[in-house]
């Protein structure tokens, strides 16, 4: 409905060189962001976007056009992410990493009241909380850094994330919460807590 | 005549951890009405729904890096060579 790429598609399967570069453009480094969550190093990642793209072009017959081209593009390279072999399982943090530990008393209150974030938009302009929202991306683990890019960064619902990734509803949200609540720990320390 | 336990009121550290579900609108009515039920009385986890919803406003702004022209040549060049396969 409306995808603005089928008509990219369309242009490719006639060998459209203009077309192809095109989608290159729209889409690489785009994929390039999230195979790095999948793979050990960008090397790695960058091949697995070349393959990608081979792919692509080999299997363009095959897109049906039911889900967008977009979704078709990360479907292939998510598949081929995980083949090529996931990143080693660094150790686990010991808190959630969300900046919460001991912000609650034995009650379950906030044990200091929760600094403003009022003057975000006065301090910084938008740019440059979403550049230091990039930089926290390597530091999330793997699966909710993967969560996290594909629902708040691509704005794909959660039943295309559920199927690219091949995870429950409930194990969704939970990454999607626990990513989150990481990024906004991590906002905290540089914009909030004084 | 107690028969049903009343259910407790949401402290902050539950309602911390139910704000994803309420944002994704996963909770059940009666959940939801206790969620907001607490943040109607408590300022700080207001602040926190804001501010997770800031973090969220953030990512959705995170833009993907150049490309690098090189790289499209050489693919746009894979492209041409596997055309004439």
Sequence with gaps: ?194 | MLLRKRRHPLVCKQAVALMTEYLENDLSPRDRERFEQHLAGCPHCTEYLAQMRATIAAAGQVEPDDLDPEALDDLVDLFRRWKQQ
Excluded at chain 1, 71 to 76: D, G, Y
Excluded at chain 1, 96 to 102: A, I, Q, R, S, V
Excluded at chain 1, 146 to 156: H, N, P, T, Y
Excluded at chain 1, 164 to 192: C, F
């Design chain 1, 1 to 194: 409905m409306g995808d603005p790429d089928v008509e990219l598609l369309d242009a490719l399967r006639v060998g459209d060189d203009a077309a192809f570069a095109t989608l290159v453009g729209r889409y690489h480094t785009r994929m390039l962001r999230l195979a790095e969550a999948f793979v050990p190093t960008r090397a790695v990642a960058e091949e697995v976007v070349q393959d990608t793209w081979l792919g692509v072009v080999k299997g363009i017959h095959r897109f049906e056009g039911r889900s967008s081209v977009k979704t078709w593009l990360f479907r292939i390279l998510v598949n081929r992410a995980k083949a090529t072999g996931m990143r080693e399982p660094r150790n686990a943090a010991l808190d959630d990493g969300d900046g919460l530990d001991g912000r609650f008393d034995a009650g379950g209150h906030w044990a200091e009241p929760l600094e403003p974030w009022a003057s975000i938009d006065a301090r910084l302009d938008a740019t440059e909380i979403a550049r230091r929202v990039k930089e926290c991306l390597p530091k999330l683990p793997d699966a909710q850094r993967q969560v996290l890019i594909l629902r708040d960064i691509e704005g794909a619902d959660s039943a295309e994330v559920c199927d690219l990734l091949k995870i429950s509803a409930t194990n969704q949200r939970v990454l999607l919460h626990r990513a989150r609540s990481h990024v906004r720990g991590m906002l905290e320390l540089e914009l909030g807590r004084g």
